[in-house]
């Protein structure tokens, strides 16, 4: 079950979401040093680490799951936040270089669904970066933040789910150390934490970060049913027409 999208929202307004955020968009830009050219979407609530991907990359877009809700990003400018079912992403084939994908794959009620759609819009090549709780994390073991919810895994359930979807992983590691914690000390302590974490505790990490590669195996794997629904494109700053979905009457 999606968390709601208000709950999201205020999470990252808080002391710990503002210390969650800032060490899970290091290990994204670790990943990603570079989007230059690249059209970007994050599936989930992924806004609050699109923000230096945007200034960079040729075109970004988010996509919100109904079952979460969706919030209007960025605040100033034109949104390019569209409402979007997990199972029929409101995006053309092979149309997105990258592909961002948090508090989405935890969340998810058709989780096999939703990675065929992925990897549906991503372009030969293309890659998507999946941050989702670590089962031995602490992270994953208290529900007042949105890691809490929803179903944690391991990076090697992560790994075989992407490859049963034709996906090659490519790197996984483990981040967020830091407690989460209300306590202001321990936040501001957080690098710290980090690093000792990353030397000492990798196994224990509150979140995992996977990267994976879209493959290419004609005819190895039987296609879904076509959707019976018409996708009907809204605009992305910057790029061509994508769309919200519709049913078709």
């Not at 307004?13 to 230059?36: D, L």
């Not at 990353?198 to 076509?226: C, D, H, M, N």
């Not at 809204?234 to 994508?242: A, K, L, S």
Request: proline content about 7%.
């Amino acid at each position: 079950m999606y968390n709601d999208v208000v709950d999201l929202r205020d999470f990252y307004n808080s002391p710990m979401g503002h210390a969650a955020q800032r060490i899970i968009r290091r290990y994204i830009r670790a990943t990603w040093p570079n989007v230059s050219g690249l059209s970007v979407a994050g599936i989930g609530y992924a806004t609050p680490y699109l923000r230096p991907l945007k200034d960079e990359a040729e075109r970004v877009i988010a996509l919100m799951p109904a079952q979460q809700g969706v919030i209007r990003w960025p605040s100033e400018g034109e949104n390019v936040v569209s409402l979007a079912p997990e199972d029929d992403l409101p995006l053309p084939d092979v149309s997105m270089d990258r592909i961002l994908l948090v508090h989405a794959v935890e969340c998810s009620e058709q989780l096999r669904k939703m990675l065929r759609e992925v990897w549906r819009v991503l372009a030969e090549g293309g890659r998507v970066l999946i941050v989702v709780p670590n089962r031995r994390g602490i992270w994953a073991r208290l529900d007042h933040t949105p890691f809490g919810h929803g179903h944690p895994y391991t990076s090697g359930q992560v790994s075989r789910l992407l490859r049963d979807n034709l996906f090659q992983p490519e790197q996984s590691v483990a981040g967020l150390f830091v407690p989460p914690t209300r306590s202001r000390m321990a936040l501001r302590s957080a690098p710290a934490f980090e690093k000792i974490g990353a030397r000492w505790f990798q196994t224990f990490g509150g979140l995992l970060f996977i990267e994976a590669q879209k493959q290419i195996y004609a005819g190895s794997v039987a296609v879904a049913e076509p959707s019976a629904r018409k996708r009907a494109y809204v605009r992305v700053v910057g790029g061509t027409e994508r769309g919200s979905v519709r049913d078709e009457k």
